[in-house]
């Protein structure tokens, strides 16, 4: 299946496997349906990761993560859905709530923590119980009517890789729309937003679509399979027209020959498409990653640049940039992007206080304009115009 020149069968999956438990859930049906003739499909009784480290014969991390990229299973997930990010101690939080309606993703992207977070575990997973998923939102945020919940779906799952097959995004936008303090955000490096289009007068304002960009170069080389640089903001383009807000993730900043041009450019050829007042937030990262993700990085990527550098075990046993190296990229991605519109609500994640005190003069305070990311509290999305809530 094409999508504005992209082959998007080239990323399914060649396997689906199905649990009996979620057999006769619309979205396996669905997704048996549309995959019928494209991929290997077979009805899986026992427990388990099929590609689990303990049960897949001698083959290493590597391979079986590798393998797992191109096998779907379908089941039912059990225990709690809405969980605070746990952020990381002593870095400033942006408290945003999270709900993984799968994991594992079909992209490859060399620095990807989920090799390291899922490597045991490696098949891509969706839960076709997202009913249940709803419901649990819906009884904590009624639970807690003047919080505002800005819940997001990207962490262990990119939020529109499976939405051609899935068309998960037609139950969670207006399902967002209909609850007063939660908010959704959409976090992905695709470029499918047919199903939000469709959507145009039903999200309510109440959905924040965001991209993860980088660098031309590093999308290019190190964010396999994904959608381009430009194909991200042509899509961005799309759902701002039908009346979305969005939002940007300039994550992991990386350091190479060059990159002061080419975060420029990115900011400029974003803000060259994208009105600044129509995007909701940005956040600015730099590159980090646990020790363990490096041995993949390395057997997976052996030509990639994104191991190497100027780099250190830092306290939370994530290997970063040195401090100087790191501020100093966070400072000019931040005063680009300051320079656009001085009132674009950008934050940095992950990052310490110190950090925040040397490159913006100290921590997000309420009121400002990034209020609507970091109040416990929060405020109400922006409503557009022939929008109500
Ligand atoms: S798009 Fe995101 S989730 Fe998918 S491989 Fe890349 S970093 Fe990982």
Request: aromatic share 8%; with cysteine.
């Amino acid at each position: 299946m094409t999508y504005d020149g992209r082959d998007r069968s080239a990323f399914w999956p060649e396997k689906l496997l199905v649990r009996e438990e979620s057999l006769a859930d619309p979205l396996a049906k669905r997704l048996m349906s549309k995959l019928e003739g494209h991929a290997e499909i077979s009805i899986l009784s026992e427990k388990g990761d099929p590609l689990a480290a303990d049960t897949a014969g001698d083959s290493s991390d590597a391979e079986r993560f590798t393998k797992g990229k191109r096998t779907l299973l379908l089941q039912r997930h059990s225990g709690s859905w809405l969980k605070a990010c746990p952020g990381t101690s002593g870095h400033v939080c942006c408290n945003l709530w999270i709900v993984n309606p799968g994991e594992g993703c079909p992209f490859d992207c060399t620095y990807c923590y989920l090799q390291s977070y899922l490597k045991r575990n490696p098949t891509l997973k969706l839960y076709t119980n997202i009913q249940e998923m709803l419901s649990e939102i819906e009884t904590r945020a009624s639970a807690e009517p003047n919080r505002m919940f800005r819940v997001g779906t990207g962490e262990l799952i990119d939020s529109l890789v499976w939405d051609d097959l899935s068309e998960q995004t037609l139950e969670l936008v207006p399902f967002f729309a209909r609850i007063p303090n939660v908010l959704l955000e959409l976090k992905s490096k695709d470029d499918y937003v047919e199903n939000l289009l469709t959507l145009r007068n039903e999200h309510l304002g109440k959905t924040v679509v965001s991209w993860s960009v980088n660098a031309k170069s590093v999308t290019e080389k190190d964010e396999r399979s994904t959608a381009s640089l430009e194909q991200r903001i042509a899509a961005a383009e799309k759902v701002v027209e039908a009346g979305y807000r969005v939002g940007f993730h300039f994550d992991p900043l990386v350091h190479f020959e060059g990159w002061e041009d080419e975060y420029r450019d990115t900011v400029q050829s974003i803000f060259s498409r994208i009105p600044a007042e129509r995007v909701a937030w940005v956040s600015i990262s730099t590159l980090r990653y646990r020790s363990d993700l490096q041995d993949m990085m390395l057997a997976r990527f052996p030509e990639s640049k994104i191991p190497f550098g100027e780099q250190f075990l830092a306290k939370d046993r994530k290997i970063r940039y040195v401090q100087p190296l790191r501020f100093r990229m966070l400072h000019f991605v931040r005063d680009e992007l300051m320079a656009i519109r001085k009132e674009l609500p950008v934050y940095m994640c992950m990052e310490s206080s110190s950090a925040w005190r040397q490159i913006t003069g100290g921590a997000p305070v309420a009121g400002s304009e990034l209020s609507e990311v970091f109040s416990r509290k929060g405020k109400l999305p922006i409503i557009e115009e022939g929008h109500h809530l």
